[in-house]
DNA sequence: CTGTTAGCGCCTTCAG
DNA sequence: CTGAAGGCGCTAACAG
């Protein structure tokens, strides 16, 4: 009677007239099944085409062989993160589970915990976190954070050097020649944009240049939330000549604006991103950039998991990965004059 | 008692002194609880952060509001369809469970049969299969397909036109001049590298060029696969002046066997690609290639599937979008003495 | 060797 | 308004 059109384990007891529990035992190899009955159940089990519910195996089983990856949206950087992901659960045996539990807004704070709450204990054996805003360890299950909002705290954690990556981006637009650097912040309660922000500052202090307040703004991280703060920036009476944005969806952002308001890149305005996503490649000019790591991230933390599912302590429980600076099309040397007025 | 670490609703009801029914009511919100015992029982879930496990609730209400996306791999191609579908979700109230049943390799035939009977019916309900290698309606919950590989079947299909693509990418390349191309096509039982190859032959055919056999390899869609062939067709005593790959990332194989071999792109070879993933503009030169609408057809696939769960019949059942070529780096016009030397 | 009996965590009657 | 009982699909003892 399948009703429901999914065939379960009681279809198969009852076609091949045995009771569940032998179908169980069939299914999981146990010993203690006639050769005879094996063989017919097997049978059943191909023409119905029956597998098991991770579901209900799960809630019985408490293991479940999936690894669970809890993003807040699929966006560039979640999805390279994947990819890495991917390539290194391959051959360790598990699964991929990819949930996305936050609202798209990336706004809505603890969707991690709730995710976690919700398939933990049962769905997946492990969890890794893609940038969770808030880290707690709550829960029962082992888990990695990667680029955690709150900065490295009690679990173990993989991210990129930031902090460093911001200093080689604004030190690359001084080199130019630039002075007026604007700076395209992400969140101002995210570690990750608190640090390239002070990359930033700490860059421009060592080189004697004073940060006009007028130039740093917050983007969001998202290519609509920083469309507006784009526009203000160039539609400045005095821009900026160059502009470092904390990520690469907003330095796409801030290209676009350019373009909407006639500028060219990099003639009368420079542009740096940070993460090196693919589709940083595909900008007019491709765009100039600080890459982290994205896949190795991914899979680094895998690894980590995987070590952690075992039971064995992970050697270090916070990996920072270097960051290198992309140069692509989006930079030039400031014009002359501009270097010239405030020297 | 939380041994396991995580918290129940029988943790909620103990701690709040009241019974597992009551806090049931509470989190749906069902008339017939005390205000007082309402609040007790609301602060007791904040204080103790419960959230109820999707895998027992759904065990038992057979309904999820989950949306599954069922990949072999993250890979490119299927990162892009969730960027679009993780756009298109948001806002329907649905959230998303991308699964990746498949071994790495893609050569798990069957994977998506068993990823949807092991999670449909109870995880999920409604799923879309990413390139499904066989697509039967067996199970019951609504389910779409995109770039499905036996071409569209009995569900509902999303899928972009292969055919005229292959036909405009060859015909660029014929219109450069070039007679001797070679074809790294994806593998001989999917049905889009099937009709990227029929493609190719169409407008070969139709420009009265001959298809030399030694120049039509099998690269199997994936970097690593291709790397061989590639190798072969690009040392051979007369080898093409131009290679179409059915996929990008086997025409980034190829660019990378080119450079391996001393051969300059586009000067020596060119190079045509298909999908236009992100990656495509980041190779050096950027690759020219034919754009599918990824996102677009993982938002449309969403669109399809959210009317099914409806219960609403969808008007189309098979959706083809078009492709159309994107020029960057990789092409150049034949060697006038190849050229010549055909005619 | 095989069937019966408990639950896993949750939700839904149905009495109290 | 609340508590006890049953069942979702499956597995793990324990009987037969």
New interface residues.
């Given amino acids: 009677m399948s009703r429901?059109?999914?065939?379960t384990i009681n279809d198969v007891a009852r076609t091949a007239g045995v009771s569940v529990a032998t179908v169980s035992k069939v299914i999981n190899g146990r010993y203690g099944v006639a050769q005879a009955t094996n063989e017919r159940v097997q049978e059943v089990i191909a023409s119905l085409?029956?597998?098991?519910?991770?579901?209900?195996r799960?809630?019985r089983s408490?293991r479940t062989n999936v690894i669970g990856i809890l993003v807040a949206?699929?966006?560039?950087f979640s999805?390279e993160i994947?990819?890495g992901?991917?390539?290194a659960v391959?051959?360790t045996g598990y699964?991929?589970?990819?949930?996305?539990?936050g609202?798209?807004g990336g706004t809505d704070v603890g969707w991690e915990?709730?995710s976690l709450?919700?398939?933990?204990?049962?769905?997946i054996d492990g969890a890794v976190l893609v940038t969770p805003t808030v880290v707690e360890v709550?829960?029962?299950?082992p888990v990695v954070a990667i680029d955690p909002h709150a900065g490295p705290s009690g679990i173990p954690t993989v991210d990129s050097d930031n902090l460093a990556g911001a200093v080689t981006a604004t030190e690359h637009l001084l080199a130019l020649g630039h002075r007026r650097i604007g700076f395209l912040g992400g969140r101002p309660d995210l570690e990750s944009s608190r640090l390239r922000e002070e990359g930033f500052r700490t860059a421009m202090a060592r080189a004697g240049v004073p940060v006009d307040p007028a130039l740093v703004r917050v983007g969001g991280y998202r290519r609509e939330t920083a469309d507006r703060p784009a526009h203000e920036l160039l539609e400045l009476a005095d821009r900026p000549t160059a502009v470092f944005a904390a990520n690469d969806l907003m330095a796409i952002a801030t290209i676009e604006a350019a373009a909407d308001l006639g500028l060219a890149v990099p003639r009368d305005l420079s542009v740096v991103g940070f993460d090196d996503?693919?589709?940083?490649?595909?900008t007019t000019p491709?765009l100039t950039t600080v890459a982290q790591p994205m896949q190795q991230m991914g899979s680094v933390a895998i690894g980590m998991l995987v070590e952690l599912m075992a039971g064995r302590p992970v050697p270090a429980a916070h990996l920072r990965l270097p960051t290198r600076l992309v140069e692509r099309g989006t930079c030039a040397p400031a014009p002359v004059g501009a270097t010239a007025a405030v020297r």
């Fill in positions: 429901t059109g999914r065939v085409g029956y597998e098991s519910s991770l579901v209900a799960s809630l408490h949206e699929f966006e560039p999805t994947l990819k992901v991917s390539q391959a051959g699964e991929l589970l990819a949930y996305s539990g609202g798209a915990r709730r709450s919700r398939l933990s204990g049962t769905l709550h829960d029962g299950v996503v693919p589709e940083a490649a595909a491709p």
